[in-house]
Structure formats: structure tokens, C-alpha cells
């Protein structure tokens, strides 16, 4: 009898929204995000499960999402997270604000879509359809001379797709997303 097959190592299960991203329409991987940005400047506080961080710190926490709010932005948020003018702004708020300086930053200023398509067609060879494999990535590396290491590649989709496996490669969303994050797009 032949020895059973394991399952593919790179395969992680895909990220559930909670229902405070629902809440606020952020992807599970965007509220990660500003969780993680939240907790760089969080200090503990009775009462409150994710800590709260001073609002001195508010506006370098949304730098590092790359959300930099406009002085009179920050102003605004500042009212709304601290109302009572205690020093303090606790989770949920602040991932009401950060989700709608995403949603905002989507909204304005974004490419076109056909922008993204011609974008995402030079890595895949003209395909808007298929996903962006470890192949594509590949012959781009080749063509721009580089020479880049496979596991570096791999990282690369794993980190796109949100660990969905090597194998399912990256579609236009996530090639998109990407693209955001890397400054490409605002």
C-alpha cells in the first residue's frame, strides 16, 4: 500500500473577517494591520482588552499604516477618539477612523482600472483572467536582469495572497493591494 500524501505545506488558512471589520468593511488583513499599528504605541488600561494609546501617538500610529492624516484630519480624529479630552483613545474607535482614511484613500486618487489591468497584464504576459504565478515573476526578474532567489519569490506571492499557497498565485486584488501598499497607488 502506497504511503499516504501530506497535505501542502504552504497552505495557511485564509484570514476571517471579525465582526468589527465587517463592521467597518476592512479586509481581515487590514484590520491585522492596524491592530498591529495600534498595539506599537499601545499601553495597558483597566477595562480595555486592546489597551489605548495616548493621542500624541495617534498620528504616528496612522503613519505607519501609511494612512498620514492632513493636519485639520488629524484635528477631527482627535475629537472623535477623545472626546472628553483625557489623553486617550481606545481600539474600536480608532479602527472606525483608520477604516474610513482607507476607505477614503480608495476612493480618491485611486488608478483607473484599466490602469491596474495593463499593469497587472506585463507581469502575467497579458492576461487579466489568470493568476500571477511563480513562472511570471520569474521571466520579469529575467527580463529586468535580476537575479533574484526562488524562496525570495515565493515569499513574495505567500505575502500577496495571504498565504493561500504558492501554487494559487496572485490575482488583480491582491496583485492591486500590493501595489497600494508599495506606494505604487495611492
Given at each position: 500500500m502506497p504511503p499516504k500524501?501530506?497535505?501542502?505545506?504552504?497552505?495557511?488558512?485564509?484570514?476571517?473577517?471579525?465582526?468589527?471589520?465587517?463592521?467597518?468593511n476592512i479586509s481581515a488583513r487590514?484590520?491585522?494591520?492596524?491592530?498591529?499599528?495600534?498595539?506599537?504605541?499601545?499601553?495597558?488600561?483597566?477595562g480595555?482588552?486592546?489597551?489605548?494609546i495616548p493621542t500624541k501617538d495617534v498620528r504616528r500610529a496612522m503613519i505607519a499604516l501609511?494612512?498620514?492624516?492632513?493636519?485639520?484630519?488629524?484635528?477631527e480624529f482627535l475629537e472623535i477618539l477623545d472626546p472628553d479630552d483625557e489623553g486617550y483613545a481606545s481600539y474600536?474607535?480608532?479602527?472606525?477612523?483608520?477604516?474610513?482614511?482607507?476607505?477614503?484613500?480608495?476612493?480618491?486618487?485611486g488608478p483607473a482600472s484599466d490602469e491596474v489591468d495593463e499593469a497587472?497584464?506585463?507581469?502575467?504576459?497579458?492576461?487579466?483572467?489568470?493568476?500571477?504565478?511563480?513562472?511570471?515573476?520569474?521571466?520579469?526578474?529575467?527580463?529586468?536582469?535580476q537575479d533574484v532567489d526562488d524562496q525570495l519569490l515565493k515569499d513574495m506571492i505567500l505575502e500577496a495572497n495571504?498565504?493561500?499557497g504558492v501554487g494559487k498565485g496572485v490575482g488583480r486584488a491582491e496583485f492591486e493591494e500590493v501595489m497600494r501598499r508599495a506606494g505604487a497607488w495611492k
Open positions: 500524501r501530506k497535505a501542502p505545506a504552504d497552505t495557511a488558512p485564509k484570514e476571517r473577517q471579525s465582526k468589527l471589520a465587517k463592521e467597518h487590514e484590520e491585522r494591520e492596524i491592530k498591529e499599528a495600534f498595539a506599537l504605541f499601545a499601553e495597558p488600561m483597566d480595555e482588552k486592546e489597551g489605548v501609511g494612512l498620514p492624516p492632513t493636519k485639520p484630519e488629524l484635528k474600536e474607535p480608532f479602527v472606525a477612523i483608520c477604516a474610513l482614511k482607507l476607505h477614503a484613500s480608495r476612493d480618491a486618487g497587472f497584464r506585463l507581469f502575467t504576459g497579458g492576461s487579466t483572467d489568470e493568476p500571477l504565478t511563480l513562472a511570471h515573476l520569474k521571466r520579469v526578474a529575467m527580463t529586468l536582469k495571504g498565504g493561500a
